[in-house]
């Protein structure tokens, strides 16, 4: 037996607590990034720059912390890198110069990036035990944390100084890694369960075909992360600088993308059981494209939010179908490899949208993310017939 059915639904909850902790910690970030762009006094391509740092420390670390993961096990490492994570949040309002944010922001992406690998791990190994597609419910905690921080965000926008509301999340995030990380470090990591007599019989992968196909799920992750990267770094923006919303309408903006991510993965879970991955990858795709076409062309806020809320569903289920597949395959190395591909694409996005808002504008760069969408369906129809065998 992989495990007692009362520690793999202990260990779920658990689980599903690190992943709200950090969509809370990282959407208290997203809602402050226009005050502190005014604070830095940086041109939108010197904001993308500096953003960068969060994706190339993300990226930079993801490998090793899937090293970490097999040496001392994925749950010592999520609670370790939990408490950098709510240290390092407290960092960016103390800047003042667009050189300084992207220094700090490389410090804060290690810590998300490395939080992402060993959770993300520790579910794989629990959606196997349990023999149930429930990965698309750990990221709507995350969304549901994100929505929560986005909303609380935009609420003390005007009464709290973004020092003082990042410093709170601090002590939030401490505060919950104390006594989520006592349990977590208490829970063992579940045992596979034993293979079935078609999981014999069935040919094995080889391992350049398994490094393909992660590979492959890798290149998914990044066009969706890209887009979700967009949504967290420039959604606001788009919102206060070209349609001229309030700073908290602006806020709102990440909570509708937030909250329909959270539904989205809340019945992502029955959608895979009844579409299966690739229908689901398509649609979901597809759903996207529309959705952030609306979104960065819209005339109105209230269009433009409806976008968001579409672009929310569209992508809910895509990264986190895309991560545990490569989980499945690669164990924690599989996770790190997609993880970093998937961080690649917020890598490739705050510059990229920032230099085409320069050149075109804003909303013309933010179509760039219906177009990477369409890229991730398409690539998803291509490689059905591999993924399946």
């Known amino acids: 037996m992989p495990g007692s059915r009362t520690d793999l639904v202990r260990l779920r909850t658990v689980l599903t607590t690190f992943f709200a902790l950090d969509g809370f910690v990282f959407a208290g970030w997203v809602v402050r990034i226009p005050a502190i762009k005014a604070q830095t006094g940086a041109s939108a391509s010197a904001l993308g ?43 960016p309002p103390l800047t003042h110069s667009a050189w300084a944010l992207g220094a700090v922001l490389c410090v804060f992406g290690a810590a998300y990036g490395g939080i992402n690998v ?15 597609p429930i990965m698309p419910s750990f990221h709507a ?29 601090t002590v939030i995030g401490l505060v919950v890694t104390a006594v989520a990380g006592r349990a977590l470090l208490r829970q063992e990591p579940p045992r596979p369960p034993e293979p079935t007599p078609e999981d014999r019989r069935a040919p094995a992968r080889s391992g350049a075909r398994t490094r393909g196909l992660v590979l492959t799920f ?16 420039w959604g606001a923006l788009h919102l206060e600088q070209d349609l001229k919303a309030a700073p908290g309408v602006a806020a709102v903006g990440y909570s509708c993308f937030a909250l329909a991510m959270t539904v989205g993965r809340l019945t992502g ?18 759903t996207a494209a529309g959705g952030m076409l609306l979104g960065s062309l819209a005339p109105s806020v209230w269009a433009a939010l409806l976008g968001f809320a579409v672009t929310g569903l569209g992508l809910a289920n895509i990264f986190p179908t895309a ?19 998937g961080y690649g694409g917020m890598l490739l996005g705050p510059p990229a949208i920032g230099f085409m808002a320069d050149w075109f504008s804003l909303s013309t760069a933010l179509t760039s993310v219906a177009l990477l969408a369409a890229v991730a369906a398409a ?6 017939h591999a993924a399946r065998s």
């Open 218 to 233: 890798g290149l998914i992750a990044l066009c969706t992360a890209y887009g979700e990267g967009a949504m967290a770094d």
């Open 49 to 91: 720059l500096a953003l960068l740092g969060v994706s190339a420390g993300a990226v930079v670390t993801m490998t090793l912390t899937g090293r970490l993961c097999r040496r001392f096990g994925s749950h010592p490492v999520t609670v370790v890198c939990a408490v950098l994570l709510s240290l390092s949040i407290a960092l």
């Open 269 to 286: 879970t029955v959608l895979l059981e009844r579409l299966g991955r690739t229908r689901t990858l398509v649609a979901g795709g597809a």
């Open 118 to 132: 060993a959770f993300n791990s520790a579910a794989v190994d629990l959606v196997a035990a349990l023999g149930r």
């Open 323 to 341: 991560v545990e597949r490569a989980g499945a395959l690669g164990g924690p190395d599989g996770v790190a490899t997609a993880s970093t591909l």
């Open 141 to 169: 905690a995350f969304s549901l944390g994100g929505m929560v921080g986005a909303g609380l965000g935009g609420l003390v926008a005007g009464s709290l100084t973004p020092t003082q509301h990042l410093l709170c999340l």
């Open 379 to 384: 690539i998803a129809v291509v490689t059905r």
